[in-house]
């Protein structure tokens, strides 16, 4: 059973900004979640947004990924390497219909534990209908931080831009 949500912090976006950051996160939780509403201003109609902890980008991040495409076929994507974690929550971008954002959680389970590595997992997705076609997208992925180091910050870059209305808000969770 799951204990009890709180909120931490949340921060919606006004005037375009590359990144959303949450910084000074506190120890105090099992679990972080983050929630997720967002568009971006790149040239599309879908992208993901790459993550960063504690300021790391050293290639010990890797990440999974189950994503389908328009006409419901899904791929699989991985990296074992990288210097984020990637393919793990759906911006819309300039081209998808106007008021069409993208949304997600992730969940990062024993974040302050510093005897083991981090490991987290996300849901993500969009929908859209233009006047003759749907649009979506849907992200399943996992992913893993390979360091002993508890998190204190996470940045979630966008492509090109996160727009006004873009909403990142994170929320602890205790043990029940």
Known sequence: MPGAYESIASTTVSTPVAFIEFTSIPSTYRTLEFRLVGRGSFSGIYDDCR????????????????YNDNNGNFTYQRSSSDTGISSNYWTTGATALAGAFGVGIIQIVDY???????????FSGFSQR?????????????????????????KFDVSANAVEHTTFSLYGIKDS
């Open 130 to 154: 233009s006047t003759a076609f749907l649009e979506q997208a849907l992200s399943i992925s996992s992913f893993n931080w390979r360091s002993t180091s508890a998190i204190t910050s996470v």
């Open 112 to 122: 302050a534990n510093t005897n083991k590595y981090k490991t987290g997992r996300s």
């Open 51 to 66: 993550i960063t902890i504690n300021g790391d980008t050293g290639s010990n991040y890797s990440w999974t990924a189950r």
